[in-house]
């Protein structure tokens, strides 16, 4: 692994607990392996491009790293429904690109989470480089596309690791909202990490009390890393 910077942000507003300050820790790489960033997953780490980050918070310990055990997961009623209901969604695995159409979609989806939750819309002109914050890294990303027919209904980033794959960010129509497209791009994670042979599906950080990372809780068993290193059951 090749460092370039490693720095604290000074304390701000939290963005996923709004009563919360927050402080994050960030280490600029040149290079990084796959194995190498497995580790770094296991200390609490995620990756934003060629940079790593961790919460580094004085007062709060919510952003808790969750992972999914592959082998073992079980889905649920509303799981099931979800998988019936993507029977004609077809997944296409890519080299990471940006078009026009893929520009649409991260706007509507956005605009969208802008109406439902209140996120900053986007400004238009600089979408392409906030996509390439996301594809351009030290490690190569997996584009997943979704398609029912020809219409494009989601985009996921993934990072596959040596035991698993570490899901980066996703963006769909919201005119697809009733396909659950963020539960079915995590069930279709489960399935090729299965077939695959790997062990672990990485979801980042579940924030309780966040309705934007919540979710990530819905999947049985799942595996929470606590200060210590250790991964123990994730219990609701």
């Known amino acids: 692994m090749l460092t370039i910077q ?11 607990l709004d009563d919360q300050i927050a402080r994050t820790e960030y280490e600029m790489v040149a290079q990084i392996t796959a194995q190498e960033y497995q580790e770094r997953l296991n200390e609490g780490w995620r990756k934003f491009g060629g940079a790593l980050f961790r919460p580094q918070c004085t007062a709060c310990s919510a952003c808790q790293s969750i992972r999914i055990l592959v082998d073992q997961f079980k889905p649920n009623r509303n ?17 990471p690109s940006i078009t026009r159409e893929k520009i649409d979609l991260y706007v509507r989806h956005h605009d969208h989470h802008a109406v439902q939750k ?4 986007p400004n238009r002109f600089t ?10 890294a030290p490690i ?36 697809a909202r009733e ?11 489960l399935e090729r990490a299965k077939s ?8 980042g950080y579940y924030v309780k009390n966040c309705r934007s990372m919540e979710y990530k809780g819905n999947f049985d068993p799942s595996e929470i890393l606590r200060t210590d290193g250790a991964w123990i059951p994730f219990l609701p």
């Open 6 to 16: 490693r720095f604290l942000t000074k304390p701000h507003r939290c963005s996923y």
């Open 127 to 136: 979408v392409p480089m906030s996509m390439a914050q996301f594809i351009q």
């Open 179 to 189: 396909l659950s497209p963020g539960t079915w791009i995590i069930l279709s994670m």
């Open 79 to 95: 799981q099931r429904r979800v998988t019936k209901a993507n029977a004609k969604t077809e997944l296409k695995i890519a080299v």
């Open 140 to 175: 190569p990303v997996q584009e997943w596309q979704f398609y029912e027919g020809e219409k494009l209904l989601a985009i996921a980033y993934i990072d596959q690791i040596p035991d698993g794959f570490s899901g980066i960010y996703f963006y769909f129509d919201p005119d």
């Open 118 to 121: 209140g996120w900053r819309r």
């Open 196 to 203: 695959l042979g790997l062990k672990y599906v990485y979801l």
